[in-house]
């Protein structure tokens, strides 16, 4: 798996935007990017994943460059509930029949975010 | 409601009283894994397995051991605690090759101490 850097530490303004940034500059052509988030101590839970497209779901945006090389996580009106460690993890989907190896996933030390009243 | 459910959530125990984590999924997910959580360590896979009866180790199994004998059970095993075993634990489980996405639902964690 393509490695990646986060900035280890964030602040944001209560219904502001926020926006992680991720650095991949070595993704494959066949890696995914996908977000995961761990509120202190709880399960990580997954956001979002992308290829090469913008993607958009309930929770957030993904912004990915056209180069692939690095993307941007957007939690459009930030709450102090999503104060938490979020983790920026590239993978390729695994090829079936391979392994269990393959599903693991392979967390960094993330990004924590602070959302500030 | 789709869930993983670990129990017990916390437990202090001591040196060698074997121990056994429960984890179940309500998804039907062929795959579950174990994870525990250190500072400054992160998450590492102790156990992974991909149906019933099929199971294998993950980066750190030493001390560990798991089964399945139902698709929805992954209970981890600790025969002889230690210790060093004091740690975060995390079952997570997803489906597999036709249906992946690559999505892993996570338990809430269970904080193990051993003393």
């Known amino acids: 798996d393509a490695k990646t850097t986060q900035p280890p530490s964030m602040d944001c303004a209560e219904g502001r935007a926020a926006n992680l940034p991720c650095n991949h500059s070595t993704i494959s052509g066949n890696e995914y990017v996908y977000w995961y988030r761990q509120i202190h101590s709880q399960g990580p839970q997954y956001i979002i994943h992308?290829?090469?497209n913008n993607e958009t779901n309930e929770m957030a945006s993904l912004i990915i460059t056209e180069d692939r090389k690095s993307s941007t996580l957007i939690l459009p009106h930030a709450t102090l509930r999503d104060t938490a460690v979020y983790y920026c993890?590239?993978?390729?989907?695994?090829?079936?029949?391979?392994?269990?190896?393959?599903?693991?996933?392979?967390f960094g030390k993330g990004t924590l975010l602070t959302v500030n009243p | 409601e789709a869930q993983v459910t670990q129990n017990p959530r916390y437990l202090i125990t001591v040196t060698g009283k074997k121990l056994t984590v429960t984890c179940s999924q309500n998804m039907n997910h062929e795959y579950m894994s174990w994870y525990r959580q250190d500072p400054g360590l992160g998450l590492r896979q102790i156990y992974y397995s991909m149906n019933v009866e099929v199971t294998d180790k993950g980066d750190v199994p030493e001390g560990y051991k798991v089964s399945r004998k139902e698709k929805r059970n992954f209970p981890l095993i600790l025969e002889s605690p230690s210790p060093n075993q004091t740690s975060l634990y995390f079952c997570?489980?997803?489906?597999?090759?036709?249906?992946?996405?690559?999505?892993?639902?996570f338990g809430e964690g269970s904080r193990l101490t051993v003393l």
């Open positions: 993890i590239v993978r390729a989907l695994p090829i079936p029949n391979s392994g269990g190896s393959n599903y693991k996933l392979t």
């Open positions: 997570a489980s997803s489906h597999r090759e036709g249906r992946y996405t690559g999505e892993l639902f």
């Open positions: 992308g290829l090469k």
